[in-house]
Structures are given as structure tokens and as C-alpha cells.
């Protein structure tokens, strides 16, 4: 990796899932209230694929930002259609949205139709050709490559799509193994793409949890990790002193070596993120 950035020009950042009832909405103002000491640049709010929390992310996004705190709705555009999308980049719009995390999202089971977008570069050509400059956007980047991804070459060429399309800068899938995020970072450069790449972050909270995301979505846990996680069976005090150790480092790296900054999956939770923010002393 070659572009060392200037620590004042680092972004960091904070992803919350809706949640689904009052009880969980009143939590997340508290876990935001906690994070927003750390002065995030903002916080996102995940998407529902076909729309199924849309209401309930620009809901959560709206109260973030009567908090006094800068809030990003992400967009999927699977099983949706052209109109749906420009319907609800309007609301966005129209409620003074400035900043977009824009993804393809994944198929929920159950549903057959992909509907009119096939990949995210259609979704960001969309936006730029109907709404021009109205959003910043952010993409999703995969340094361990996207599983659906025919080759790591094709995986790659496929992110320079959306960056071509009009992405502004990207934020990584997690993984705990900075070699494939600075080798990543280093072939995008080689390619010529100069948008902000900032990796995703993944406390480790519960290992069953854990495996199963990554399962799903193709970030590796490492062999040595797998076993030491296993290992601490029910013990989940020192599942997370380990993964605090773990993820701090890997921070800790990360930010030496000059990642633009760090985005970090919160699972609507602010303690391991907390401790992980004290120990890097930022
Ligand atoms: P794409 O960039 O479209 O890539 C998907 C696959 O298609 C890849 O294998 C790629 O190589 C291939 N591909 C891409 N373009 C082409 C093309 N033109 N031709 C052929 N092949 C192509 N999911 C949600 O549902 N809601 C969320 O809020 C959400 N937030 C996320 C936030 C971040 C930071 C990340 C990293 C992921 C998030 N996801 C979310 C998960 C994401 O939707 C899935 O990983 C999904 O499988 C891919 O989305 P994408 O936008 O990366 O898709």
C-alpha cells in the first residue's frame, strides 16, 4: 500500500442494522449516543434486499440525525425495480440525504425474481444518470473477494465497474487478515482506481455468530483464529478478551500502514468497539 494518509483526512465510521421494535430503537439511541463520543465522521443504517426495512432504515437514519449526528441510509437494488429505486431515492433526497452506501444486496430465500438491477455498477450508473451528483456513494469492496465472484481477477475488474460508475469511495467486507486488504488496496492502485478504501471492521463478540456470517459472506476467519475461538467453548469472557487482543492489533495495523480510516459492523452494540477505541488511543 502506498498512499499514507494524512491522520486528519481518516473517516471512521459506524454500521447499524433497523431495529424491529421500540424497545431495540431506544437501545440504538444509546449505543449512539455511546459511539458518537468517539466523533465518527457518520453512521449508517443497513437495507433490507426488496426493500423489507426501508421504512424502518430511513426511520432510524431520520432519528440519528435529530440526534445532532450525520447518518447514511444504505440502498440495495435486488428484487426491485427501476421505479421502486428512484421512488426511494426521492424520499432520500427529498429528506435532504446526501450520502448513499449503494449495494446489489443478496436474493432472500423464498424470493425468485432478481428484479431490473443485476449488479451494483447498474445501480450507481442509475443514480448518477437520475439524481447526477445529489449523493455521495459509497460501494462495498471484498479484499478476500466476493463469493460469487467468477475469478479474483473478474471479482476485481467488477469493483472498477462501480468505481467507473461514479462511486466516490468504498467500504470493505471485514476480515482479519490486513496482507489480503493492502494486497487488494495495492491491485486497485495498479488498475487505476483512486477512491478511499476503507476497511470494515468485525469485533468479535460471539464465534457462533461470527462463523456463520462469515460462512455466508466469504470473509475467512483464520485457521488459528477458528481454533482458538473453538476452543473457549461457552467461555465467552475470554471469546472476547481474545478477540479484543485480535482486533485491536489488527486496527492498530491498519492504520499504521495508512488505511484511510475504519468502518466498524456494530451489530447495534457500542462496548467491544469502545474498548477497541481506547486501546488504539484515538
Ligand atoms: P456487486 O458489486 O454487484 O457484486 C456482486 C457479485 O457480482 C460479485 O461476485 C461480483 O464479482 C459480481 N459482479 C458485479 N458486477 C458484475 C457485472 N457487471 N457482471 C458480472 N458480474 C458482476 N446487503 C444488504 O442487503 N443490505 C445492506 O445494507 C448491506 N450493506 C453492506 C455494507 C457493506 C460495507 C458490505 C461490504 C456489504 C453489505 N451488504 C448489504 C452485503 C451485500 O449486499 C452482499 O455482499 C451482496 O452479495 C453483494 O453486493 P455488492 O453491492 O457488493 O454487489
Not at 483526512?9 to 431495540?24: D, I, K, L, V, Y
Not at 426501508?54 to 432519528?63: A, E, K, P
Not at 443514480?127 to 479484499?143: H, K, L, M, N, S
Not at 476452543?231 to 487482543?245: E, K, M, N, Q, V
Request: hydrophobic letters at 40%; charged letters at 20%.
Amino acid at each position: 500500500m502506498t498512499t499514507l494518509q494524512n491522520k486528519a483526512q481518516r473517516t471512521f465510521s459506524f454500521e447499524f442494522f433497523p431495529p424491529n421494535t421500540p424497545e431495540g430503537q431506544e437501545k440504538l439511541r444509546a449505543t449512539t449516543r455511546q459511539l458518537a463520543q468517539l466523533n465518527p465522521k457518520f453512521f449508517s443504517v443497513t437495507f433490507g434486499a426488496g426493500g423489507s426495512t426501508r421504512d424502518r432504515t430511513l426511520g432510524t437514519v431520520l432519528d440519528i440525525r435529530a440526534m445532532g449526528y450525520a447518518a447514511a441510509p444504505h440502498i440495495s437494488c435486488i428484487a426491485s425495480t427501476r421505479e421502486n429505486i428512484r421512488e426511494w431515492l426521492q424520499r432520500y433526497k427529498d429528506e435532504g440525504i446526501k450520502h448513499l452506501v449503494a449495494l446489489r444486496g443478496d436474493l432472500p430465500s423464498g424470493l425468485a425474481s432478481a428484479g431490473e438491477f443485476r449488479y451494483a455498477n447498474e445501480l450507481i450508473e442509475f443514480i448518477r444518470t437520475e439524481f447526477g451528483d445529489a449523493f455521495q456513494i459509497e460501494v462495498a469492496a471484498y479484499p478476500e473477494f466476493h463469493p460469487q465472484g467468477k475469478s479474483a481477477q473478474d471479482d476485481l475488474r467488477n469493483f472498477k465497474r462501480k468505481v467507473e460508475a461514479g462511486a466516490n469511495s468504498a467500504i470493505t467486507q471485514y476480515f482479519y487478515n490486513a496482507d489480503a486488504y493492502y494486497r487488494f488496496v495495492d491491485e486497485c492502485e495498479a488498475i487505476g482506481i483512486a477512491i478511499p478504501i476503507v476497511p470494515g471492521i468485525m469485533p468479535v463478540g460471539r464465534y457462533s455468530q461470527l462463523a456463520r456470517f462469515s460462512d455466508t459472506c466469504g470473509a475467512e476467519i483464520p485457521r488459528w483464529m477458528r481454533k482458538k475461538l473453538e476452543g473457549y467453548g461457552d467461555d465467552t469472557a475470554s471469546i472476547r478478551a481474545f478477540g479484543l487482543d485480535v482486533v485491536t492489533a489488527l486496527c492498530e495495523n491498519l492504520l499504521r500502514q495508512g488505511a484511510p480510516g475504519l468502518h466498524f459492523y456494530t451489530l447495534n452494540q457500542a462496548g467491544l468497539i469502545t474498548t477497541i477505541w481506547q486501546r488504539l488511543g484515538l
